[in-house]
């Protein structure tokens, strides 16, 4: 186990810059996700760490050893693929085994450490079949198996789960995230779903575009994006996000699109007459008589959550969570108000949070 | 549901249950193909191997004579001789041809500058007609005007020519070095696309799991590429065994039978020898060694455990 350091990382394929100076830090037995849009650099940076690409510019350590020069077999990480990259003429325990046969351990030793990891895997039957005979899941898990049996120092994930059914992943999820509760090992995992990231994740890396946008605890991002990108990308449904300007005589509020006025929380630091961007998650919005007129488009009731999709005067779309059931008809007309201290607010032109 | 259907009453039904029926339509569908096969392959082999059993001549239909061709040739010596070479000839210049085609496919298979400029390259031996390249060859081989024996001269390496088809030997080995120059493409070539299916992240995998370049060949892309490899090999072996024209133009089978193969030497007797019979039989008597070669490849290399899916 060891900790990762990626110091003013630099990244460019031919005249293309991939990555603009990425610095994250990775505490020993960490769990951080890497996280964003397709494109935004996050895959590469991973590779990078596991050595499969070369490093432009800054430096990479591990376990406070710098390994821009460091062959990828002597870094000590296992990865799991996306396509999990199972050697298909090779049993399961072949696959698991193979990282250790090339080291020429001694065969007892090969099959305690593939049998244990079978077993936390649930893999004990399996063990003699070939990949093509495994389900997804199946597969995913020898993919882990592989990793595990190697006991690295870092485990890398590119997209594990992303090429299963919706329900295996999110039981994966769990079981991935157990598995690093009892492993322990630093793990960095790359995806492009905020979900997977939020729940699995001591630390999020919100990237975009080839910069870091945010480094947190997935509640802090969640409670306190640092700008438009981070509000908008984690969470689902989506922030609220209503343009506007800062304006109210006395008491700060904002004015948005089709005459609508939000008040603001005092002491707000936004300028008069400032454009910005007023946040509000979907759970944090209730019905209220004060607040501000929504038209409603689409009815989604969950069971558990009833979500309505509307529409302001300004023509922008709101979505609103409500926990206790309302008989709503598409077409109506419904005010709603959010807590003061529950808005964000957002410079318009730069995207930060003011 | 069809024969529920035939089953009911009335000969027009039964009719219309027939036309309807899958087995009667697909039978119908597959006519033409099964025509053209016996027309194009089934009638001419089996003429071939009747012929065998015939003492037919240019111009003279056969009467049967059961197994005395096949007796003639089992004491002909030159028959013998042209099974050793035709041996000789295919297990040489087929390992030649595997050893350089697969070098060569891993070679292209990086990624070199000009890429697509040398796999064309590559092609062109494949390309030329086979006719073509032998009279290149036999230009080349010339005892008088060898290139090769010149530049050897010039360079002080040799000091008289090199008889190249005129020794047995050099005859030889001269013919299999033109089949292997000529049957280089069609293996790298396919060896080449076989190595562009194992993915990239398999290697990736691999170097992860601390494999070196060697480890990766012998684990990696060796294992994935066999069953390309056995079927490349099946072909290269059924092309190079049953080799005609370079032989033919280059050798006519000489030095006193020492390039003879059997395809040459069946030609020779059929039809320059006008003994269709015997010639016929010499054919024949190629199919043993093409079975058992395709039985082989077939039930040997071609398909591994591991690549039958499924079976849960």
């Known amino acids: 186990m060891a900790s990762v350091e990626i110091r003013d990382v630099y990244k460019s394929f031919g005249a293309t810059e991939i990555l603009h100076g990425v610095g994250i830090d990775i505490v020993d037995g960490e769990f951080v996700t890497l996280v964003g849009p397709s494109g935004c650099g996050k895959s ?74 079978a077993e936390i895997l649930g893999l004990v039957p399996l063990l003699s079949r070939y990949p093509r005979q495994l389900s997804g899941g199946q597969r995913q898990r020898v993919a882990m198996g592989r990793a595990i049996v190697r006991d690295p120092q ?14 295996l992943r999110v039981a994966m999820r769990a079981e991935i995230k157990e598995l690093h509760q009892r492993l322990k090992t630093t793990t960095v995992y790359v995806t492009h779903d905020q979900i997977e990231a939020m729940t699995m994740a001591d630390k999020i890396v919100v990237m975009h575009d080839g910069i870091v946008e945010q480094i947190g605890k997935p509640l802090e991002l969640y409670d306190n994006p640092d700008n438009l990108f981070v509000a908008s990308f984690i969470g689902s449904p989506a922030m609220n996000l209503l343009k506007g300007v800062a304006a109210g005589n006395g008491a700060p509020a904002f004015e948005g699109s089709g005459g609508i006025s939000i008040p603001l ?7 008069r007459g400032a454009s910005v961007v007023l946040g509000i998650r979907p759970e944090h919005l ?20 009833l979500q309505i999709i509307g529409r302001t005067p300004g023509g922008e779309e709101v979505v609103a969570n409500f926990r206790e059931r309302h008989s709503f008809e598409p077409g109506q007309t419904i005010r709603l108000a959010a807590d003061l201290r529950l808005i964000h607010l957002f410079n318009a032109e730069t995207g930060k949070r003011i | 549901m069809a024969s529920t259907t035939a089953s009911t009453k009335g000969t027009s039904s039964r009719l219309a249950g027939l036309t309807e029926s899958r ?9 033409p193909a099964a025509a053209l096969l016996l027309v194009f392959l089934t009638y001419p082999l ?31 010596s030159v028959f013998w001789l042209s099974v050793f070479n035709t041996l000789l000839y295919t297990t040489v210049a087929s390992i030649l041809k595997f050893v350089l085609g697969l070098w060569l496919a891993l070679i292209l298979n990086e990624n070199l500058p000009l890429k697509s400029f ?64 000529r049957g280089i493409p069609f293996v790298a070539i396919t060896l080449l696309a076989g190595l562009q299916t194992i993915p990239q992240s398999l290697y990736e995998a691999a170097t992860l799991d601390g494999a070196g370049r060697w480890q990766l060949f012998r684990y990696v892309t060796l294992p994935l590429l066999t069953p390309i490899i056995a079927i490349t090999m099946t072909f290269s072996v059924l092309f190079t065994f049953t080799d005609f024209q370079l032989i033919y133009v280059l050798t006519r089978g000489g ?57 849960d």
């Not at chain 2, 087995?23 to 006519?31: E, I, Q």
């Open chain 1, 44 to 117: 590469t940076l991973l590779r990078m760490i596991a050595g499969l690409e070369s490093i432009s510019g800054g430096e990479i350590a591990i376990g406070g050893r710098v390994v821009n020069r460091v062959a990828p077999k002597e870094r000590d990480i296992a990865m799991v693929f996306q396509n999990y990259a199972l050697y298909p003429h090779m049993t399961v325990a072949e696959n698991m085994a193979f990282s250790l046969k090339l080291k020429n351990a001694p065969k007892a030793e090969i099959d305690t450490r593939v049998g244990r990891a």
């Open chain 1, 154 to 167: 870092v485990f890398l994930f590119d997209e594990p789960l992303s090429n299963l059914d919706a329900k």
């Open chain 1, 265 to 271: 929380p005092p002491g707000t630091s936004a300028a």
């Open chain 1, 286 to 305: 209730r019905l209220a008589d004060e607040g501000f007129p929504v038209e409603i488009v689409v009815i989604e009731p969950t069971g558990s959550e």
């Open chain 2, 23 to 31: 087995g009667w339509l697909s039978a119908w569908f597959m006519l």
């Open chain 2, 46 to 76: 089996g003429l071939g191997v009747w012929l065998g059993f015939t003492d037919a001549r240019i111009g003279r239909p056969g009467i049967f004579i059961g197994l005395e061709n096949y007796e003639y040739l089992w004491d002909d």
């Open chain 2, 118 to 181: 040398f796999r064309a390259i590559v092609l062109l031996p494949w390309v030329v007609p086979t006719v073509l390249s032998a009279i290149a060859f036999w230009w080349i081989f010339d005892s008088q005007f060898s290139i090769i024996s010149w530049a050897l001269i010039e360079m002080g390496i040799i000091d008289q020519r090199i008889n190249f088809l005129g020794d047995p030997t050099n005859a030889r080995a001269s013919v299999i070095a033109a089949n292997v120059w």
């Open chain 2, 255 to 311: 030095p006193v039978n020492a390039t003879h193969l059997m395809a040459t030497l069946s030609f020779q007797r059929g039809i320059s020898g006008g003994q269709l019979g015997e010639g016929a039989a010499i054919a024949v008597a190629m199919i043993p060694f093409l079975l058992s070669a395709i039985l082989f490849s077939y039930f040997g290399l071609q398909r591994r455990k591991w690549q039958q899916g499924g079976g």
